[in-house]
Protein backbone atom coordinates (compact mmCIF):
# COMPACT_ATOMS: atom_id res chain seq x y z
CA UNK A 1 0.00 0.00 0.00
CA UNK A 2 1.45 3.16 -0.64
CA UNK A 3 0.48 5.98 2.01
CA UNK A 4 0.65 9.79 1.25
CA UNK A 5 1.58 11.65 4.46
CA UNK A 6 1.17 15.23 5.03
CA UNK A 7 2.05 18.14 7.87
CA UNK A 8 2.51 21.37 8.88
CA UNK A 9 5.15 22.46 11.06
CA UNK A 10 3.29 20.96 14.11
CA UNK A 11 3.21 17.98 12.89
CA UNK A 12 6.49 17.77 11.10
CA UNK A 13 8.53 16.15 14.01
CA UNK A 14 6.02 13.54 14.30
CA UNK A 15 5.75 12.91 10.65
CA UNK A 16 9.50 12.08 10.32
CA UNK A 17 8.94 9.41 12.57
CA UNK A 18 5.81 7.35 11.46
CA UNK A 19 7.70 7.57 7.78
CA UNK A 20 10.60 6.08 9.22
CA UNK A 21 7.77 3.40 10.96
CA UNK A 22 6.32 3.10 7.56
CA UNK A 23 9.07 2.60 5.68
CA UNK A 24 10.29 -0.21 8.17
CA UNK A 25 7.07 -1.93 7.46
CA UNK A 26 7.59 -2.15 4.21
CA UNK A 27 4.67 0.79 2.95
CA UNK A 28 5.59 2.91 -0.06
CA UNK A 29 5.61 6.62 1.07
CA UNK A 30 5.16 9.79 -0.44
CA UNK A 31 5.70 12.83 1.71
CA UNK A 32 4.19 16.14 0.13
CA UNK A 33 5.53 18.36 3.08
CA UNK A 34 5.89 20.13 4.99
CA UNK A 35 9.64 19.65 4.80
CA UNK A 36 10.69 21.95 7.60
CA UNK A 37 9.54 23.34 10.86
CA UNK A 38 9.31 27.06 9.52
CA UNK A 39 5.53 28.04 9.93
CA UNK A 40 3.36 26.67 7.30
CA UNK A 41 -0.54 26.71 6.44
CA UNK A 42 -2.11 23.53 7.62
CA UNK A 43 -5.14 24.18 4.72
CA UNK A 44 -2.01 23.86 1.88
CA UNK A 45 -1.07 20.00 3.65
CA UNK A 46 -4.31 18.86 3.85
CA UNK A 47 -5.40 20.21 0.19
CA UNK A 48 -1.32 18.04 -1.03
CA UNK A 49 -2.45 14.72 0.56
CA UNK A 50 -6.20 15.26 -0.67
CA UNK A 51 -5.09 15.99 -4.02
CA UNK A 52 -2.50 13.57 -4.38
CA UNK A 53 -5.01 10.71 -3.11
CA UNK A 54 -7.89 11.87 -5.57
CA UNK A 55 -5.07 11.51 -8.53
CA UNK A 56 -4.25 7.70 -7.08
CA UNK A 57 -0.79 8.57 -6.03
CA UNK A 58 -2.00 6.23 -2.89
CA UNK A 59 -4.34 4.40 -1.21
CA UNK A 60 -4.52 6.00 1.84
CA UNK A 61 -2.96 9.55 3.68
CA UNK A 62 -2.27 10.88 6.98
CA UNK A 63 -2.17 14.07 8.15
CA UNK A 64 -0.73 15.62 11.41
CA UNK A 65 -0.88 18.66 12.79
CA UNK A 66 -0.54 20.39 16.19
CA UNK A 67 -4.49 19.20 17.41
CA UNK A 68 -5.28 17.54 14.15
CA UNK A 69 -8.69 19.41 13.53
CA UNK A 70 -7.60 22.12 10.91
CA UNK A 71 -6.27 19.79 8.72
CA UNK A 72 -9.57 17.62 9.14
CA UNK A 73 -11.73 20.64 8.16
CA UNK A 74 -9.49 21.35 5.28
CA UNK A 75 -9.33 17.60 3.92
CA UNK A 76 -12.75 16.79 3.99
CA UNK A 77 -13.46 19.91 1.11
CA UNK A 78 -12.83 17.70 -0.88
CA UNK A 79 -15.26 15.57 -3.04
CA UNK A 80 -14.41 11.79 -2.38
CA UNK A 81 -12.10 12.57 0.57
CA UNK A 82 -13.19 11.34 4.36
CA UNK A 83 -10.75 12.34 6.70
CA UNK A 84 -11.61 11.78 10.36
CA UNK A 85 -9.84 12.61 13.62
CA UNK A 86 -9.11 9.86 15.38
CA UNK A 87 -6.86 9.86 19.09
CA UNK A 88 -7.38 6.16 19.80
CA UNK A 89 -7.13 3.00 18.03
CA UNK A 90 -10.91 1.77 18.26
CA UNK A 91 -11.48 5.04 16.15
CA UNK A 92 -8.88 4.21 13.67
CA UNK A 93 -10.22 1.18 12.30
CA UNK A 94 -13.95 1.58 12.98
CA UNK A 95 -13.22 5.08 10.31
CA UNK A 96 -12.24 2.47 7.95
CA UNK A 97 -14.50 -0.55 8.62
CA UNK A 98 -17.76 1.54 8.65
CA UNK A 99 -17.18 5.03 7.13
CA UNK A 100 -14.40 3.80 4.68
CA UNK A 101 -12.22 6.93 5.47
CA UNK A 102 -8.99 7.39 3.56
CA UNK A 103 -7.56 10.21 5.74
CA UNK A 104 -6.47 9.79 9.17
CA UNK A 105 -5.80 13.11 11.21
CA UNK A 106 -3.54 13.17 14.09
CA UNK A 107 -2.57 16.06 16.37
CA UNK A 108 1.31 16.09 17.50
CA UNK A 109 0.12 18.19 20.53
CA UNK A 110 -2.81 15.98 21.65
CA UNK A 111 -0.76 12.41 21.23
CA UNK A 112 2.27 10.72 22.80
CA UNK A 113 4.29 9.32 19.70
CA UNK A 114 3.84 5.42 20.86
CA UNK A 115 -0.02 5.90 20.65
CA UNK A 116 0.24 7.80 17.45
CA UNK A 117 2.03 4.99 15.95
CA UNK A 118 -0.49 2.42 17.59
CA UNK A 119 -3.45 4.67 15.58
CA UNK A 120 -1.52 4.81 11.96
CA UNK A 121 -1.03 0.90 12.40
CA UNK A 122 -4.94 0.53 13.45
CA UNK A 123 -5.97 2.47 10.27
CA UNK A 124 -3.77 0.93 7.87
CA UNK A 125 -4.72 -2.48 8.39
CA UNK A 126 -8.08 -1.86 8.50
CA UNK A 127 -10.34 -2.83 5.55
CA UNK A 128 -13.84 -1.46 4.23
CA UNK A 129 -16.32 -3.82 4.86
CA UNK A 130 -18.69 -3.08 2.61
CA UNK A 131 -22.12 -4.02 4.11
CA UNK A 132 -24.93 -2.68 2.88
CA UNK A 133 -25.48 -0.50 5.61
CA UNK A 134 -21.91 1.62 5.84
CA UNK A 135 -22.63 1.92 1.68
CA UNK A 136 -26.20 2.84 2.31
CA UNK A 137 -24.65 5.73 4.84
CA UNK A 138 -21.59 6.35 2.40
CA UNK A 139 -24.45 6.81 -0.48
CA UNK A 140 -25.82 9.75 1.58
CA UNK A 141 -23.13 11.73 2.05
CA UNK A 142 -22.29 11.20 -1.64
CA UNK A 143 -24.96 13.15 -1.53
CA UNK A 144 -23.97 15.77 0.55
CA UNK A 145 -21.13 16.44 -1.30
CA UNK A 146 -23.45 17.41 -4.53
CA UNK A 147 -25.30 19.37 -2.42
CA UNK A 148 -28.42 16.87 -3.03
CA UNK A 149 -28.54 16.10 1.04
Known sequence: MKVVIGSDHAGFKYKGIIIEMLLQQDYEVLDTGAFDEQPSDYPDQAANVARALLSGAG?????????SVGVSIAANKFKGIRAGVCHDTYSAHQAVEH?????????????????????VTAFLKAKFTGEDRHLRRLAKISALEDNRG
Not at 59 to 67: D, N, V
Not at 99 to 119: F, H, P, S, T
Open 59 to 67: QRGILICGS
Open 99 to 119: DDVNILCIGERVLGIELAKEI
